[in-house]
């Protein structure tokens, strides 16, 4: 029998005529736009990985180390590049395994969403949503990941959780546009991936999402 949380997500990733972009733009900085990818772009790919905690899809992120060259100390879902000769699919699942020690086997692939170009590292982001039947255990890689964060996606679905600051980058100054989870700001594309499944869950649900 299929969980009523798992069919939930499943309806909401496969919505027919949704268009992720509103929601999606809502969460961009200023000094980025929803742009096509370069060819030298570099292939990588993120797993949403969902689970019932407390009778609630909940959300798994990896906090990076401060010392990684991509992304030091930000809030993302666990993922990278792609290896050769694997499908992307595939590197969202073996990222998630390496980073947060679990088996990928254990994870119902669940479908894609909308790509997304980060252009300060060069990565064309494919994000897939995954579900396990349980929480986790998780035995996160040292290396890769300096705290594991849980949050139910209704955090996200709030308006409350949504903020806006000008940040200096790269001599001048931006807007940007983030979600805050306790002490944490996830913002750039993990926001604008998460932007597109709480917007995807709450068209599902009947309600009016945050614009």
């Known amino acids: 029998m299929i969980s ?8 909401a990733v496969d919505l027919a005529g949704f268009d992720p972009t509103p929601a999606q733009q809502a969460l961009v900085p200023s000094n980025r736009t929803l742009a096509d990818p370069p060819a030298n772009a570099r292939l990588g790919a993120v797993l949403l990985l969902f689970y019932p905690l407390d009778e ?7 906090r990076r180390p401060t010392h990684m060259k991509d992304h030091p100390g930000q809030v993302a879902f666990p993922g990278g590049r792609q290896e050769p000769g694997e499908s992307l699919a595939r590197t969202a699942l ?26 300060p590292s060069n990565f064309f982001v494919h994000p897939y949503v995954g579900w396990s039947e349980r929480r986790p255990r998780f035995l996160p890689s040292t290396e890769e990941v300096a705290e ?10 709030d308006p409350d959780s949504r903020a806006v600051e000008t940040w ?40 009016a999402h945050p614009k």
């Open 4 to 11: 009523p949380l798992l069919n939930r997500l499943q309806q």
């Open 56 to 62: 609630e899809l909940t959300l798994v992120f990896a």
């Open 94 to 119: 073996r990222e998630t395994e390496e980073e947060l020690g679990l088996f990928a086997g254990d994870i119902h692939l669940v479908g894609p969403l909308r790509p997304v170009y980060i252009p």
């Open 148 to 157: 594991v964060i849980e949050v139910p996606l209704s955090h996200f679905q």
């Open 168 to 207: 200096p980058l790269h001599g001048q100054s931006w807007r940007i546009p983030f979600y805050r989870v306790g002490p944490h700001k996830i913002w750039g594309a993990t926001a604008t991936i998460l932007a597109e499944i709480a917007a995807r869950l709450a068209a599902v649900e009947g309600e």
